[in-house]
Each structure stands twice: as structure tokens, then as C-alpha cells.
């Protein structure tokens, strides 16, 4: 029994950290383009995050039908895709003024160096898909809810704080212009998750 309960919780652990890790790969586009990210912030898109995963999680036996639909997991990927590929075009239209004017520029795609509209309804569109994707396979293979969400909600904050400061770090090391690497880390992140 004690063997069955060291299995099934190592199991859920595993899902939650798992599902939990593209946190690291979407933050990490984020903190490439040099967002910093506030306490209140962190807290509100976490918590989110976590909100929407228990929602699908309580309506999940009212709509099980939904369960076939598996392009979940690939639209989230097509929207990290368009998202980089907008912010490769960004930075390949920056060089080109570069080459035919001879002025180095930067193309400035954000009012300020912390989380804005834009950056929040895509963080809110991918947990969206996200959170009901993995819904449907915890109700195929899991039970223990509260342990899952919890795991869940600490992977995330985690992941997503790594991301966010390794990010940082990456763009100030690296002579590389800020659209271009978070272009080609959103684009990595959604072809590593569609193959």
C-alpha cells in the first residue's frame, strides 16, 4: 500500500512538473526581450494560471466530450509559433534598415521593460489551452486533484522565474539583437512541443 502511495504521488509530481515546464521556455522568450518582471506581476499571472487549471479541472466531468479534441496542445504551439516568427520578422526588418541606411536601430515593440497587455493575453491564451489539454489527460491517468495543483502551482512559479532572469542574463551576454532570440526561443519552444 505505502509503495502504491510513493507511486501515485511521484506519478502526479511528475505530470505537474512535466506540463509546468514550458513555463520555463515562454518565460525565458519574455525575459530575452529584456521584461523585467514585479512581484505583483509573478503573483497575478501564477495565480491565474493555477485558477484556470482548477476551473477546467471542476467542469471537466460536465463537458468529458471535449475530450476528443486533440489539436489542444498544437494551437497553443501555433500561437507561440506566430509569436516568434513576428518577432524573427522584427528583427530581420531592423537589419534591413540597418544595411540600406546605415543607422543602427532598434525597433522598440514595447512601452515599457515590464509585462504589458500583449504579453498577458498571450500568457493567458497558452494557459488556457494548456490547463484544459493537461485536464484531460490527469482525468485519463490521475486522481489526487489537490496534490496536483499544488505541485502544479510551485512548478510553475519556479520554472517561470528561472526563465524570466536566465532570459535577462542570456540577452545582456549575448550581441544579438533582443527580437531575434526571443523570435527564435518562442519558434524552438512551439516546434520542440509540435514534433
Known amino acids: 500500500m505505502l509503495l502504491f502511495i510513493i507511486w501515485f504521488m511521484l506519478q502526479t509530481l511528475i505530470f505537474a512538473f ?3 515546464i514550458d513555463a520555463f ?3 525565458l522568450g519574455f525575459g530575452s526581450r529584456r521584461v523585467k518582471l514585479r512581484v505583483l506581476d ?8 493555477i485558477l484556470i487549471l482548477c476551473l477546467f479541472l471542476s467542469i471537466f466531468p460536465y ?13 497553443g504551439n501555433c500561437l507561440l509559433l506566430l509569436f516568434g516568427v513576428y518577432y524573427l520578422f522584427v528583427a530581420y526588418k531592423e537589419l534591413f534598415y540597418e544595411l540600406k541606411f546605415g543607422i543602427k536601430t ?11 497587455f500583449g504579453d498577458i493575453a ?28 499544488l505541485a502544479t502551482f510551485l512548478f510553475h512559479c519556479l520554472f517561470f522565474t528561472l526563465g524570466f532572469q536566465l532570459g535577462n542574463k542570456l540577452i545582456s551576454k549575448l550581441p544579438l539583437r533582443d527580437s531575434f532570440v526571443s523570435g527564435s526561443i518562442f519558434i524552438l519552444l512551439a516546434l520542440s512541443n509540435l514534433v
Do not use: H, M, P, W
Open 18 to 20: 512535466s506540463i509546468s
Open 25 to 27: 521556455g515562454y518565460s
Open 42 to 49: 509573478f503573483l497575478a499571472v501564477n495565480i491565474l494560471n
Open 63 to 75: 463537458v468529458k466530450f471535449l475530450s476528443q479534441s486533440v489539436f489542444l496542445e498544437d494551437i
Open 106 to 116: 532598434e525597433i522598440n515593440l514595447r512601452s515599457n521593460n515590464f509585462l504589458n
Open 122 to 149: 498571450l500568457l493567458l491564451s497558452i494557459f488556457l489551452i494548456e490547463n484544459l489539454f493537461s485536464t484531460f489527460i490527469f482525468y485519463a491517468t490521475l486522481s489526487g486533484k489537490y496534490i496536483f495543483v
